[in-house]
């Protein structure tokens, strides 16, 4: 059962491949690891993206003008991310055509933020390195992130934590503003 503001769920562990067909031009954010970068991202992203898996400073995959530029164009037909996810109980994703991506890494971990700008705030230009401060925090104090990457995303949800993928407000121009959400929500 979907999360809909109301308890938490818990289910059984294991393994989930699922793919995800939204419109061409959206972004589509997920629990696991993407499997088919290259069927779905332009090759200056995935190049971003392979440089952001290798460096603590945040890179932006999708920058501030390719996801304004991405609001006004309409690409025809459909487009399927593929993401697997080993050892969780449940996956979630997000998709928007315009959504800005920043991705950094700590130990392995990629950490990610998805937002649309302005409507998220101009905080979660921060979230990316928020999400790496959050999983590099309780690893080192209590015990490690156990996979490979670690996702916000910018939303009307006040906040939900799912495998991989936390859904976080939107904020103000304050850092602060989104900090404590995605630092709770990144902590379970």
Do not use: C
């Not at 991506?101 to 998805?114: E, K, M």
């Not at 790496?132 to 949800?157: C, D, H, K």
């Not at 304050?174 to 990144?186: L, R």
């Amino acid at each position: 059962d979907p999360y809909l503001g109301q308890g938490e769920v818990y289910l059984e562990y294991g393994d989930i491949d699922y793919a995800v067909t939204v419109p061409a031009g959206y972004v589509v954010a997920g629990s696991g690891v993407l499997q088919n970068r290259a069927d779905v991202l332009a090759a200056d992203a995935v190049a971003r993206l392979d440089r952001a898996a290798r460096s603590a400073s945040v890179v932006q995959i999708i920058t501030a003008d390719e996801a304004a530029a991405a609001r006004h164009r309409v690409v025809p037909g459909t487009r399927t991310w593929r993401f697997r996810a080993e050892r969780v109980r449940d996956v979630a994703w997000a998709a928007a055509p315009d959504f800005r991506w920043d991705a950094a890494s700590w130990d392995g971990v990629l950490t990610q933020a998805f937002y649309q700008f302005p409507k998220a705030g101009r905080a979660w230009e921060s979230a990316a390195e928020q999400t790496q401060w959050s999983i590099r925090t309780y690893s080192e104090l209590w015990l490690r992130y156990p996979y490979p990457q670690a996702t916000s995303v910018a939303g009307p949800v006040a906040g939900m934590e799912y495998p991989m993928l936390v859904m976080v407000h939107y904020g103000t121009d304050d850092p602060a503003s989104i900090f404590s959400t995605i630092d709770h929500e990144q902590g379970h």
